[in-house]
């Protein structure tokens, strides 16, 4: 089971840092993802780290303002999320995937991932 938390509404420029709690497995061999989904748009890839934790994937649109880290002692994945713009506004989820390393052409597609939460939404907004 996956639960994303740390959602909410935000001015832009503004931050935030969301978490996805990890429950029923280890996900220290898993890859973990975000991804979000705008109201009238398609599902979009976030970031992405593999289980080795040296690959970090970010879609062109956050690379310099997201971050995301994973602490697996705690099995939770974060991302922290900077300068917010209205454009990040959407549900924002987190996935697993079963294989530990999944290329840069691999990680943005949902149907790498195994497992998903149900998403929290996050609003920019003045």
């Known amino acids: 089971q996956l639960v994303e938390s740390g959602g909410g509404l935000v001015q832009p420029g503004g931050s935030l840092t969301l978490s996805c709690a990890v429950s029923?497995?280890?996900?220290?061999?898993?890859?973990m993802a975000w991804f979000r989904q705008a109201p009238g748009k398609e599902r979009e890839a976030v970031s992405c780290?593999?289980?080795?934790?040296?690959?970090?994937y970010y879609a062109d649109s956050v690379k310099g303002r997201f971050t995301i880290s994973r602490d697996n002692t705690k099995n939770i994945v974060y991302l922290q999320m900077n300068n917010l713009k209205p454009e990040d506004t959407a549900v924002y989820s987190c996935?697993?995937?079963?294989?530990?390393?999944?290329?840069?052409?691999?990680?943005?597609?949902?149907?790498?991932?195994?497992?998903w939460g149900q998403g929290t939404q996050v609003t920019v907004s003045s």
């Open positions: 780290t593999n289980a080795d934790d040296d690959s970090l």
């Open positions: 996935a697993a995937s079963g294989e530990e390393i999944l290329s840069d052409k691999e990680w943005n597609h949902a149907y790498e991932y195994d497992f």
């Open positions: 029923g497995f280890t996900m220290t061999f898993y890859t």
